[in-house]
């Protein structure tokens, strides 16, 4: 009984974690790039694409399943169509194209579900797998919904090397902030 409260803790906490830190992103993002949006949903530097593939990596299923709660709630109250099978599809999308990723990856790159073995070029690999599989799935759902101006070739480069970039801007500053904490905690001591 008490691993079940244990794992059923470590679940909801993954979810609300992933939830909360997704969302709270996705904002600063928007303020920080509103200058660099190609498109409904298109954005050059999108940093929430290295937090979903990072929460994702971390907490796996629950960690996908509170990124796609908190899309589709983004999306439903933000700039999309309210039109809720759009925002479903969308939210679907952003949570579980990184978890999907992580699944090829882990299992095709022979990387360890707890990431003791994740060095660069794997690093890069989950990146890319996951840029192409979100920038791909995005733009097939926009263009099967028929939003205006989505769902083109321009929209899919744009939406991966968006992701792309801001997959690599959010690892960077997660390592140079890492790297302060490491320095900060030196001369602590």
Request: hydrophobic share 55%; charged share 10%; net charge positive.
């Amino acid at each position: 009984m008490l691993k079940i409260f244990s794992l059923t803790r470590e679940w909801t906490a993954g979810f609300l974690i992933s939830a909360i830190a997704y969302g709270a992103l996705f904002y600063v993002n928007s303020w920080l790039t509103s200058s660099l949006v190609f498109g409904l949903g298109v954005n050059w530097i999108y940093l929430p694409a290295g937090l979903r593939l990072f929460l994702t990596l971390i907490f796996g299923l629950p960690g996908a399943m509170g990124i796609a709660l908190a899309s589709f709630l983004i999306s439903y109250c933000g700039d999309f169509p309210h039109d809720l099978a759009i925002c479903v599809g969308v939210g679907l999308i952003s949570g579980f194209a990184p978890y999907i990723a992580r699944i090829f990856v882990i299992s095709n790159v022979k990387l360890e579900p707890d990431l003791s073995n994740l060095n660069l070029p794997k690093l890069v690999i989950c990146i890319l797998v996951y840029a192409l599989l979100s920038a791909g799935l995005h733009q097939f759902w926009f263009a099967t919904n028929a939003l205006d101006d989505t769902g083109t070739l321009n929209h899919f480069f744009v939406m991966f090397l968006g992701d792309v970039l801001g997959s690599l801007l959010l690892i960077c500053v997660i390592k140079y902030g890492l790297d302060v904490l490491k320095k900060l905690k030196k001369t602590a001591c």
